[in-house]
Antibody, heavy 119, light 106 residues
């Protein structure tokens, strides 16, 4: 079925940077698109970035465009999210999710990693 | 594409039939997914394509709708069903938007 494990979360000051990683196992990583989805305190799920199977197409939500960069390494079965110019509104649990191109849905999620932006 | 769920929360009892509605700001054919999210756990795909039950998901869950209005129904609510439920459109370009969530509580 597979597993996704996120890492890299933590406490960072406003204006700072952080890099999240998600390591996949148990499935053919390159057969799936990947996304990062976050949940801010008291709010719902927000899909913030997308990368296609080969890594050649990336998309971002308006809230993070220009500040966040998604990348993947199919040889290492990993997808990263480089976050810069962090603000308090970026405080959230960040989930890595696998996208099935046939279902066109996120059929596998990680447990999440927490990012807190605070001075 | 904006997704709006109603209600935002509901109270129900074991055995109840519960219906959650999701409305899209424009037609999305049947490109609608439903997820269940429990605190501290990874969200779980329940339904894709508006009505196709994901593997291993109880048949208590069902989905319907097309165009702009969709529903998730839980028939015979069980203790493990108390959670947050989200709809998500898969019609527009990524990143795909979620509804704001519906909390199902006792």
């Amino acid at each position: 079925q597979g597993q996704l494990v996120e890492s890299g979360g933590g406490l960072v000051k406003p204006g700072g940077s952080l890099r999240l990683s998600c390591t996949a196992s148990g499935f053919s990583f390159s057969d799936y698109y990947m996304s990062w989805i976050r949940q801010s305190p008291g709010k719902g799920l927000e899909s913030i970035s997308y990368i296609n199977m080969g890594g050649g197409m990336v998309k971002y939500a308006d809230s993070v465009r220009g500040r966040f960069t998604i990348s993947r390494d199919n040889a290492k079965n990993s997808v990263d999210l480089q976050m810069t110019s962090l603000g308090v509104d970026d405080t959230a649990v960040y989930y890595c999710a696998r996208g099935d191109q046939w279902l066109d849905a996120f059929d596998l999620w990680g447990q999440g990693t927490t990012v807190i932006v605070s001075s | 594409i904006q997704m709006t769920q109603s209600p935002s929360s509901l109270s129900a009892s074991i055995g109840d039939r519960v219906t959650i509605t999701c409305r899209a700001s424009q037609p999305i054919t049947n490109n609608l997914n439903w997820y269940q999210h429990k605190p501290g756990r990874a969200p779980k795909l329940l339904i894709s394509g508006a009505s196709t039950l994901s593997g291993g998901v109880s048949s208590r869950f069902s989905g319907s709708g097309s165009g702009t209005v969709f529903t998730l129904t839980i028939s015979g609510l069980q203790p493990e069903d108390f959670a947050l439920y989200y709809c998500q459109q898969s019609f527009g370009p990524p990143p795909r938007t979620f509804g704001q969530g519906t909390k199902v509580e006792i």
